[in-house]
């Protein structure tokens, strides 16, 4: 606020208010001159409209203090209103979106929630656990996930309300289609429930793998001889933190898929996409010809022959070559198809 | 049973406010347009509005102008010549292009609800 000599009335107070919930611009380097910088237009526009609205009353004989409270109380929430000037959604998720975001949930729920249930009570049960740490355990493991389960679901979708908005023409926009509606606007036209139906899938399909990965040092089939579980993968993973990595890819690879499926295909998504696409299958690769992937000690208490290792190796290896191959030509196909 | 009649008075006013707002929500964008052939600023606007029995909330139109303005249907200018700077807005030729295919449409909703009206 700029009012050094002067008290702070209702009406600066109020304009502060509603410049609060406005992007700043930014008051150097910018090329811009006084009259185009949004917040200060928007100061200075609100500050007459307001000076207006107060002398029309008092020129109908209202006390001025009287005036002001009217028209400020009329002008109703300063945040609402600054979401009406910087066209800002006022809901989490909306009905565009909000379909998608309770199918997604819902199926995330349902099967990762008891399959981490499940996962948990086994191996408590293996372990010999008593009765009441194997519930409490298993409760407290399906909860947490179911927690985590919702939070990041609705922040992805809070996300991608707030970014499609802007790119499709604001929160407005949606409330009030302005535009013609025809079929060529649709993001995927008849295929796009199928195609959300594979986006489902692939989303409970990572989200279980991420899980069994976090998990797997503690859960497990074979403990040393003080009863600590032996992860069957290998400790190296974790002490370098790589494992963090290439769950921070898996995730990406989900950002992209729903990316692909909610933005219209563009040049730079497509490399994007595709460079994250074969990131995973690249670093997997690497892995397992390094030998790096299962940990020794875990074949050896299994009892594996030395050759399983070599065997998943190379099935690792082709399925990572298969997968960046794969991925590549399905690049070039969406690109071909514009 | 007297109790539930009440309710019903009540609710009836509400689906009432609920629809009208509805069906007069998007005339408020063609009589901003239609009006500010004649440059005019917010609050004026408001005031003529009101009065031309278009009632609509200082909060749903300030934002208003500048989103039409966003979107190239009016321009605007700074007047500072007077003691108070206002901002006048003034329909552009896209605008008025707007509020012509607006007003057509506006027309024939008018002859399809008539002979609706008619037919029944």
């Not at chain 1, 079929?183 to 195609?195: F, G, H, K, M, V």
Request: aromatic share 8%; proline share 5%; hydrophobic share 45%.
């Amino acid at each position: 606020m700029t009012t050094p000599a002067t008290t702070n009335t209702l009406t600066d107070r109020y304009v502060a208010a509603v410049l609060r919930h406005l992007p700043r611009s930014r008051r150097s380097g910018s090329q811009r001159s006084e009259d185009q910088r949004p917040d200060i237009d928007i100061e200075r526009e609100l500050r007459a409209s307001i000076a207006d609205a107060v002398d029309d009353r008092v020129e109908a004989g209202a006390d001025r203090a009287e005036a002001e409270f009217a028209v400020l109380t009329e002008l109703g929430d300063p945040a609402r209103l600054a979401a009406g000037y910087a066209d800002r959604p006022l809901q989490l998720i909306g009905p565009a979106l909000y379909l998608d975001y309770t199918r997604l949930l819902t199926a995330l729920l349902v099967t990762i929630v008891p399959a981490v249930a499940v996962a948990v009570g086994l191996v408590q049960g293996l372990r010999g656990a008593g009765a009441l740490d194997l519930i409490g355990d298993t409760l407290g493991a399906a909860l947490t996930t179911a927690a985590h389960l919702v939070c990041w679901t609705t922040l992805l979708f809070a996300t991608i309300e707030r970014v499609a908005g802007r790119v499709t023409g604001g929160a407005a926009g949606r409330r009030t289609p302005a535009r013609r509606w025809t079929p060529d606007a649709l993001p995927e036209p008849p295929t796009r429930r199928a195609r959300y139906g594979e986006l489902i899938i692939y989303t409970v399909a990572m989200v279980l793998f991420t899980t069994l990965i976090l998990l797997s040092p503690v859960i497990s089939t074979e403990t040393d001889a003080h009863g600590v579980p032996i992860g069957v993968f290998a400790p190296w993973l974790w002490q370098t933190g790589f494992v963090y990595a290439f769950i921070a890819l898996v995730t990406l690879n989900l950002a992209v898929a729903y990316a692909k499926h909610y933005a219209r295909w563009s040049v730079p998504l497509a490399v994007a996409g595709t460079l994250v696409e074969i990131a995973c299958p690249i670093a997997l690769l690497w892995l397992a010809a390094g030998d790096r992937v299962l940990n020794p000690g875990f074949t050896q208490a299994a009892a594996w022959p030395q050759s399983a290792t070599t065997w998943i190796n190379t099935a690792l290896i082709v399925v990572s070559a298969l997968t960046i191959v794969f991925a590549v030509i399905d690049g070039i196909a969406r690109a071909t198809r514009r | 049973m007297a109790h539930s009649i009440v309710w019903h008075v009540h609710d009836d006013d509400e689906l009432l406010a609920t629809h009208l707002q509805e069906l007069r929500r998007g005339t408020v964008v063609l009589a901003c347009l239609l009006m500010l052939d004649r440059p005019d600023y917010g609050y004026a606007l408001l005031d003529r509005l009101t009065r031309a029995g278009l009632a609509v909330d200082a909060n749903t139109l300030y934002p208003l102008l500048r989103r039409l303005e966003k979107q190239g249907l009016v321009t605007s200018d700074w007047n500072t010549e007077e003691s108070r700077p206002r901002k006048f807005y003034r329909t552009s030729d896209r605008g008025a292009a707007l509020a012509a295919a607006l007003s057509r449409d506006w027309d024939e909703l008018d002859t399809v609800l008539r002979s609706l009206k008619g037919a029944s």
